[in-house]
């Protein structure tokens, strides 16, 4: 009887904790993780083209403009995405180093 109760118990306080983080949970949740899963896609696709490019080619001024035009996909999406907007603000370059706090007072 007891592990029945603390079985009832757990499952409640389970099922009852699920609900209200489903409550909490930012509402643009999930239009980022479309925009995520859509930008991964485009990155696949780019290099899905490239494999195809390469695998076509008869010589190397071939391969070469291959990865060029895979290339400036690549970097147009990238600008892209650097352009757009989250939430008002501007997306971090993840290649971009922030700096320390400490390392900006020993700037000022």
Known sequence: MKFLNLSVSIFLTLFFSSIAMAVNQDPDFDKERDREISRGKERIQITEDRIKCLQNSKDFEGLKKCNDTAD??????EAKIKSQAHEGKPI??????????SEKNKQN
């Open 92 to 101: 971090k370059d993840n290649n971009q180093k922030e700096m320390k706090h």
């Open 72 to 77: 400036k996909r690549a970097d147009a999406l």
